[in-house]
C-alpha cells in the first residue's frame, strides 16, 4: 500500500519491467492479455492472473495504491472451469471483486469527510457523554464500529442494486409486454420479442440517465481509461498517459459487451423455453399467476444465458479479437461502450497505469519464478 509520492521508484521499476515483459512474448507487436479492470469511484481496480490492484485519486490528488492475492475457488474445484459454468462462476467472482474493491475505493474518496464529520458529533456529544456517566441508571452504550457500519451499508446497497435490477430489466418489461402482446402463451415469440426490446431500451436509457450525474460521468472517464491503458500494453508501448492517450476508449473484451450479448441472447433463449409445456402441466390461471411463471423462469435461466454469453464474448471473442464474425457479434456491445465510456483525462489515465503496474509487475515476478524453477 501506498500513494505516488512514496511509490515514485517503484512505480519507474514497475513500468520497466512492464516494457520488458511486452517485449519477451511480443511477436507481431500486439499481444493478447487477460488483464482486465473495473472502474470505480475516483479510481480503477486492475485484476491479473495472480493478484487484483486498486487505484484511487484521493482528495489531496495523490493516488492510493492497494493490492491482493487473486484467489478463486476454481483453484479448488475443477468443475467450476468447465465451460458455461466457468462463465457463472466468473460473474460470480467479479461482482464479489468488485464490491471489495468499490470498498476500498469509498475508503480513501469519502473517508476524510468521514473522519471531519465524526469529529464533529464527538465535539458535540461531549457534554451528553458527561451527563450520560455520571448518570447511575446510564445504559451500557452500544459497541458498533464505522467499519461494520460501513460494510452493513455496502452489503445492503449491493442487494438493493440486485432487487432493483431484477425488477428494471425483468419484472418491468414482462410486465408491459403483458399489458401490450396480452397473456405469454398467446403468442411466445411475439411477445418474448417485445420483451426483448423492451429490456435493452431500459437497459440503454438507464445507462444513459446515470452518465448525466457528475460522479458517474467521472467514473465512465475512469472506464476509458482502464481500456486506453489495456490497450498501450497490448500493443507493447511503455505504460504513459501520453501513449495510453493515442487508443480508442472502446475495447472488445468490455464487460458491456457482455451485458448486451446477455440482454440480447435472452430473446432467443426464453423463447426457446417450453414454458407453455409448464403452464399446461400445472394448470397455472391466467393473470398474475401466469405473468409470475413466467417471471420466475426468466430468473432462473439467467445463469445459463450469462454462462453461454462469457462463451461467445470472454473466450471466443477475446481469444480471436480480428475475426470479421467476432466484429460483427460484438458490435452491439462495442457502441453500447459510447454510453458507458468517456474519454478521459490524464488523471483518470495515470491511476488506470497505476494500477496496472502492480498487475504486470506481479505477473513478471511469478514468470520469472516459473522460469528458475528447474525443468
Known sequence: ????????????????????????????????????????????????????????????????????????????????????????TALIESLALGFKALEIAAEHV???????????????????????????????????????????????????????????????????????????DQNVVLWNVVDGILRVAIFIFYIWLIGRMEDIRRMFQYHGAEHKAIHCFEHCLPMTPENAKRFPRLHVRCGTAFLIMVLLLAIIIYTLIPVNAIIDATGVPDGIPKLVLVIAVRILFLPVIAGIS???????????????????????GMQMQYLTTNEPDEEHIECAIAAMELVLAREEREGSKTASQPS
Open 1 to 88: 500500500m501506498s500513494n505516488t509520492e512514496g511509490a515514485e521508484g517503484k512505480s519507474a521499476a514497475q513500468a520497466q519491467g512492464a516494457t520488458d515483459l511486452s517485449r519477451a512474448f511480443s511477436e507481431d507487436g500486439q499481444r493478447k492479455t487477460h488483464v482486465g479492470g473495473q472502474a470505480l469511484i475516483e479510481g480503477i481496480m486492475m485484476r491479473g492472473k495472480y493478484n487484483w490492484a486498486v487505484a484511487v485519486r484521493e482528495p489531496d490528488g495523490t493516488i492510493y495504491l492497494e493490492e491482493h492475492d487473486l484467489t478463486s475457488g476454481k483453484e479448488k474445484h475443477k468443475w467450476m472451469k468447465l465451460p458455461f459454468i466457468r462463465g457463472c
Open 110 to 184: 469519502f473517508g476524510d469527510e468521514d473522519a471531519e464529520e465524526r469529529t464533529r458529533k464527538e465535539a458535540a456529544s461531549v457534554d451528553e457523554a458527561f451527563e450520560e456517566e455520571l448518570s447511575p441508571d446510564a445504559p451500557e452504550p452500544a459497541k458498533a464500529t464505522d467499519e461494520g457500519l460501513g460494510k452493513g451499508v455496502m452489503t445492503f446497497s449491493m442487494v438493493m442494486g440486485v432487487v432493483l435490477g431484477i425488477v428494471l430489466f425483468i419484472v418491468a418489461p414482462a410486465a408491459i409486454t403483458n399489458l401490450i402482446v396480452g397473456e405469454y
Open 310 to 332: 462469457y462463451e461467445i464474448t470472454v473466450k471466443w471473442a477475446g481469444s480471436h479479437p480480428d475475426n470479421p464474425l467476432v466484429k460483427v457479434i460484438l458490435w452491439p
